[in-house]
């Protein structure tokens, strides 16, 4: 499993917020975030997709003509229609002989994707899956949204699964509560309410962001209460499906939504600090491609040893949560 | 945990000075009472109390002593 990803180049720090009168101490106190990077208004989602495989490509020596099927993760799509797989299958070079589709998952979307690849080799249907991960949550922001502005970054992971893969890849286990779906939405980014004049009237919330109905909105504080509720259970069951214990768990990568929420978690869940990944000071919340970027880092660093146990647990926009746990192994690159 | 200590506790999420909040204490006046520090009120009656406060209380309370109300201590 060989994983790289890609960060747009511009950055704004938490100087950056001042100017919205916000103490960028308070920033890093409540969020462990420091900076995040932005796309540029010209450059798209897919824009960064296609760096971050670029950069799998080099970093790894991995031939074009091997993969057959793309698994693309975005909620910042450069269309509805087309899908963008399909887009991003030609500018990648790919073969036509592929299968390349579109998921619609925001912070879940990674270990989503990962069950999906290992039931799509695993039933024989393809060999080498190129599974993509990219969001420019911060094109929905409004700029004076410093709660939103401060969280989001933009960024985007590739990650390729092969056939040998999927041994290494455990169970799954998922839950969904749509009942939590406006609790983290952009209203006018579908067809159910079409952007018009009055959605775009700003409107000022109780803490003085301003946001308007076709801008992303999150109640951070029913989030937080929904993270207490699922992630603890998403930790026990996945371990009951597996059979094991905490203490057999090397690993433990959450998605990075905020560090005061991770911190929380990790305390109330009883997670050993040193096997809990708090990996966005210099990126934020990047959506989906948040796990891909830890395990990316845990790799590079040679944090993660030779059959580790990793678990990953994602949660979020939907409301959406998936666990999973991995067993490392160390990828053969070709070069 | 006493209602001294969460008055404490509070007065730190809010980032008041020490011993400057009591029960009367109106929570509008406050420059810090916002999302944040529900947020951060949620955290604190989850790990100290084992207690799940809804958003919606939070938002009705009016003093720092309605806060405590909802601790049960």
């Known amino acids: 499993m060989n994983i790289s990803y890609y960060l747009p180049s511009s950055i704004e720090d938490n100087q950056t917020f001042e100017a919205l009168g916000w103490p960028s101490k308070k920033i890093f106190a409540k969020t462990g975030i420091r900076q995040r990077h932005v796309s540029a208004p010209d450059e798209t989602a897919l824009d960064l997709a296609v760096k971050a495989c670029e950069k799998l490509f080099a ?5 074009r003509t091997s993969i057959d099927y793309i698994l693309y993760c975005t909620q910042s799509p450069d269309f509805i229609i087309p899908g963008n797989a399909g887009i991003l299958q030609h500018r990648l070079g790919l073969p036509n002989a592929i299968g390349a589709v579109d998921i619609n998952q925001g912070c879940t979307g990674y270990v989503y994707a990962l069950s ?62 749509g009942s939590g779906a406006q ?11 079409p952007k018009n004049p009055q959605t775009s009237i700003e409107h000022q919330d109780d803490s003085g962001n301003l946001r308007s109905e076709d801008n992303l909105y999150m109640n951070g504080s029913e989030v ?29 990568v959450f998605h990075q939504a905020n560090g005061f929420m991770l911190t929380h978690l990790r305390d109330k869940i009883g997670i050993p600090e ?51 746990i991995l067993t490392y192994k160390t990828a053969e690159d070709k070069k | 945990m006493t209602k001294q ?39 604190l009656f989850d790990k100290k109390l084992s207690k799940k406060v809804q958003l919606d209380e939070l938002k009705q309370c009016q003093s720092v002593g309605d806060i405590i109300a909802l601790s049960g201590i």
Request: proline content about 2%; aromatic content about 8%.
């Open chain 1, 59 to 63: 970093d790894h020596a991995v031939e």
């Open chain 1, 116 to 177: 999906l690849a290992k039931g799509l080799l695993a039933t024989d249907q393809a060999h080498s899956i190129l599974i993509v991960t990219a969001d420019t949550y911060t094109k929905y922001i409004h700029p004076l949204d410093r709660a939103n502005r401060s969280i989001f970054g933009d960024g985007a992971s590739a990650t390729l699964l092969k056939e040998k893969d999927t041994g290494n890849i455990g169970q799954f286990i998922f839950g969904t509560d």
């Open chain 1, 183 to 193: 609790n983290i939405c952009v209203k006018t980014s579908g067809l159910k309410y």
């Open chain 1, 224 to 252: 937080f209460s929904f993270t207490l509720e699922h992630v603890p259970q998403a930790v026990a069951a996945i371990l009951v499906k597996h059979k094991l214990n905490m203490d057999d768990i090397d690993h433990f």
């Open chain 1, 274 to 324: 040193e096997k809990f990944s708090i990996c966005m000071e210099d990126t934020g919340n990047t959506v989906s491609s948040t796990i891909p970027i830890v395990l990316s880092e845990l790799i590079r660093t040679k944090t993660v040893k030779e059959n580790d146990r990793v678990m990953l647990v994602s949660f979020g926009v939907g409301y959406s949560w998936a666990a999973t």
């Open chain 2, 5 to 43: 200590d969460l008055i404490t506790e509070i007065e730190d999420i809010l980032q008041a000075d020490e011993g400057s909040l009591n029960e009367t204490t109106a929570l509008a006046g406050l420059e810090d009472w916002d999302s944040l520090a529900f947020i951060s009120i949620i955290a």
